[in-house]
């Protein structure tokens, strides 16, 4: 079988294809996948087998024999360790390459209709690809060796703790307000949940920042709706870091990978801090989604609005719309923009930044688009335009199937998963055609790319 061909703990001298989905090299072993964190291709490495499966193996990096001339240097005294980033020893352009090349991979595995001559064009990059991370959510520990809590990301594929003090891909003021919010931890000793005791309280520390407003809010998640030294932790950060203007509590007590539960808390300040994209302003609630990149989300979105080509008095529905920022972005030439979100309060909010910016054609309800386009265009409503920004899940089946049922003329789907949005193509491909895939990179240094797909209904 397959999966003899190579054993835990065999060393291998191979030559590397090609680079995966999740930024590792990949070489070939007797027709055997060799999946290879750190290495690029054309690169002659020296691996050793962690583990084997049917259809593959995982190694460990020992040496890079031949090196690539794409290979640089990574600037991060953690990237070894943190799984935040897959791709910082590799030159920037390259990655840019790379994430076209991540498209055509996916592609070519669904293989929707006509994918051979859809046209992929160039991923649209940063001038600066560093420093773009609006938000950061870093976990807690307490750390018996330091004698001290700490905060930082995981290792990949791990629940082991990295503890980060200088991450080159955040804005430069939620890294200072993390550090500030773990001395004050440190000052009051507050409890910091152990998930092997199951003990403790305090489990991550979330700072969001507006860039253009300069705002930041500061978000405990906690085990219990319990906070000690509440007072004296919230002057602190009042005095301590001033750009601070809302301080939230969200209780998540379930064993989960999401990071928020369903209940959050004002602690001081507003409920929301602001944020700019052109010359639109919105206000972000602290579970509400907001793009992690903001000086690339103004570009994502002008390609979302080149692609769908919104005429005047068209009508325009928003799937998956968080506070509105796609919709309302093109409001001002809809007849009507409609959006929906699962989430209560981003809808709030989408509501009052609609009214904020004096729009008085939005309409937004809380429910998944699957069940409420349906129902509008049940009511009569037919959108000519719908733009949807899933998660990395991609399209619920049922959306698929009224996208399909009930078609729009023109379709644009904003992707940040390319192997759930060439899956998706396979259906919507039959009833629409695909003019272009453009990719922009909002992660750089990592292996996620989003990606924006112009669609217009076959023969309209």
């Known amino acids: 079988m397959l999966q003899t061909i190579v054993k835990p703990g065999q060393s291998l001298k191979l030559k590397v294809k090609r680079l995966g989905i999740n930024g590792e090299g990949i070489a070939y072993y007797r027709r055997l996948a060799i999946f290879i964190p750190g290495a690029l291709p054309n690169e002659e490495v020296q691996v050793t087998i962690t583990t084997t499966e049917a259809k593959y193996a995982q190694t460990k990096l020992q040496q890079v024999i031949k090196a690539s001339p794409q290979r640089i240097t990574p600037p991060c005294p953690f990237y070894e360790r943190c799984g935040g980033c897959q791709l910082q020893h590799l030159a920037y352009p390259a990655q840019l390459t790379f994430k076209k090349d991540l498209l055509w991979q996916a592609l070519s595995k669904f293989k929707p209709a006509g994918w051979q001559e859809y046209q992929l064009l160039p991923t649209i990059g940063m001038t600066d690809p560093w420093h773009y991370r609006n938000k950061a959510q870093f976990q807690l520990r307490y750390d018996d060796h330091l004698k001290k809590i700490v905060a930082g990301l995981y290792e990949g594929d791990s629940h082991r703790l990295v503890a980060i003090d200088a991450c080159p891909v955040q804005l430069p003021d939620t890294q200072e307000a993390i550090n500030t919010l773990v001395r004050l931890l440190n000052k009051y000793q507050l409890p910091i949940f152990n998930e092997k005791k199951n003990s403790g309280i305090l489990k991550t520390l979330v700072v969001r920042s507006g860039l253009a407003t300069g705002e930041l809010q500061v ?26 203007v809302s301080i939230m509590q969200n209780v998540q007590s379930r064993k989960t990978s999401l990071i928020m539960g369903e209940e959050t808390y004002l602690l001081w300040g507003k409920e929301a801090i602001s ?32 692609a769908l080509d919104l005429q005047d008095q068209e009508t325009l529905v928003d799937a998956y719309c968080g506070v509105g920022t796609i919709g309302l972005s093109m409001a001002q030439k809809a007849k009507e923009v409609r959006g929906m979100d699962v989430i209560p309060a981003a809808i709030t909010d989408a509501k009052n930044n609609a009214a904020q910016m004096g729009f008085s054609n939005t309409r937004y309800e809380v429910g998944t688009a699957e069940e409420l386009l349906p129902k509008w265009l049940q009511e009569g409503f037919r959108p000519d335009a719908i733009v949807v920004d899933p998660p990395r899940t991609g399209l619920d089946v049922k959306l698929r199937q009224a996208l399909k049922r009930y078609p729009a003329k023109k379709l644009v789907y904003i992707s940040c998963n390319v192997s759930t949005l060439a899956r998706d193509l396979v259906e919507l491909a039959t009833v629409y055609d695909v003019h272009y895939l453009q990719s922009v990179d909002m992660f750089p240094q990592t292996a996620r790319c989003e990606v924006v797909v112009k669609l217009t209904l076959k023969n309209a």
């Open 275 to 306: 944020e700019e994209l052109a010359e639109l302003r919105f206000d972000l609630s602290a579970r509400a989604f907001f793009q992690l990149n903001p000086i690339q989300t103004t570009v994502l979105y002008g390609e979302a609005a080149k």
């Open 219 to 244: 978000v405990f998640v906690t085990v219990t709706n319990k906070l000690p030294q509440k007072n004296a932790l919230l002057r602190e950060i009042t005095e301590r870091l001033p750009q601070v």
